[in-house]
């Protein structure tokens, strides 16, 4: 999957994280997963589930406003998609709902410049955190 570009993998100390794209996710604005996000979200759990460790599920939007009535701020939105992402890790893929958080961040904690739109497009994602150290 991170050859084929679906996401991209990142090492700390206290954490890996699996960095998808919104695009490969969602629709612009919306928190319900398309069925492109299903395989690649297989291919994550697949994993995940035969680790001993917890997991939080961390939303990101660009700066970008939005307004709508399922979604009045950037804050919904990431939260939203964080906690479908969760319902799906535990509803269509079994995984223990125990080890699994979720939260948003909104545009708060950007990786890149909102200023252009391919910043724009890197803020614009999910972050799914195994916390090898505590969490």
């Known amino acids: 999957l991170e050859k084929g570009k679906k996401l991209t993998l990142l090492y700390?100390?206290?954490?890996?994280?699996?960095?998808?794209?919104?695009?490969?996710?969602?629709?612009?604005?919306?928190?319900?997963?398309?069925t492109e996000a299903h395989p690649v979200l297989d291919e994550v759990v697949s994993?995940?589930?035969?680790?001993?460790?917890?997991?939080?599920?961390?939303?990101?939007?660009d700066n970008v406003p939005i307004n709508?009535?399922?979604?009045p701020s950037n804050w919904d939105l990431s939260s939203a998609?964080?906690?479908?992402?969760?319902?799906?890790?535990i509803n269509e893929r079994g995984f223990a709902p125990?080890?699994?958080s979720a939260l948003g961040y909104g545009e708060y904690?950007?990786?890149?410049?909102?200023?252009?739109?391919?910043g724009r497009l890197k803020n614009r994602r999910v972050d799914i955190m195994v916390l090898t150290s505590g969490g």
């Open 81 to 89: 998609r964080a906690i479908a992402i969760l319902k799906y890790f």
């Open 47 to 61: 994993v995940l589930k035969t680790l001993p460790y917890n997991i939080r599920i961390e939303g990101h939007t």
């Open 12 to 34: 700390d100390e206290n954490a890996l994280t699996i960095r998808i794209s919104e695009s490969v996710l969602f629709k612009p604005g919306n928190a319900e997963l398309i």
């Open 98 to 100: 125990a080890r699994l």
């Open 68 to 71: 709508t009535p399922s979604f």
């Open 109 to 118: 904690r950007p990786i890149d410049t909102n200023d252009t739109p391919s």
